[in-house]
């Protein structure tokens, strides 16, 4: 399906947007299923959505919530997406803890890949997939300044995973490991959600958008049946 892109004024306008995305996927899905199954970004862009997402009504004993990537950090450190995650969604909603699936980033960082594809693997026994892929009804991505989006850096091995569900991925310019989601999980999700803001990504943004494919890990983001929405705001945007 063709990227749809939506440019909205400022980055409060994108929790917005991207909080009444999140819950119109979840009351979908869960009218649909039964059930609502999402992963969600780190760093700091999706913040404002997640404390927006912590006020609504929804059932969320049917929410499912996983990680699209993680550092390898325990999951008190201040770099955790977790933590980010706990301090402004988790911890504000009644979810049952068993629905919260954390990346162990606390153990080696293949034990936890492996722990974790083994958890999907294990959900996902009981829930939609296609041609043997997890069928997320949302990840939630977001984009660096280099093009990469969750733990999907440019020149690093992960990129290549056609066969993993989550790789342990050394990124050599950050001197750490990252545990992440790969490129076939993210495709085959009903629906892919980016939320990008911030002038310094405004020239990457427009060549992702514009430039030569293949040249930006974001750019393989390209789900197979599923929609593809860029809510962005109107500086990210402004070359485009
Ligand atoms: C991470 C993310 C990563 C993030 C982008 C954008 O672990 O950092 O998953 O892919 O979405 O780096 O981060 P900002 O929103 O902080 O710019």
Redesign the pocket.
Known sequence: MPRETLIVSDLAALSRAGADEFSRCAREAIAAHGSFSVAL??????QGAHALIAQEQLPWDKIHIFF????HVPPTDKES?YRAANESLISKIPIPPQNVHRIHTELNATVAADQYEAELKKFFQGHSTTDGWPRFDLIM????PDG????LFPGTAALNEKSRWVAANWVEKLNTW?ITFTFPVINYAAEVLFLVA?EE?AEVLKDVFEGKPGKYPCQNVQPINGRLLWIVDKIVAKLL
């Open positions: 970004s780190g760093g700091s862009t999706p699209g990537d993680d550092r997406n991505l977001g984009m660096g990469h989006t969750a733990s990252r911030g990504k």
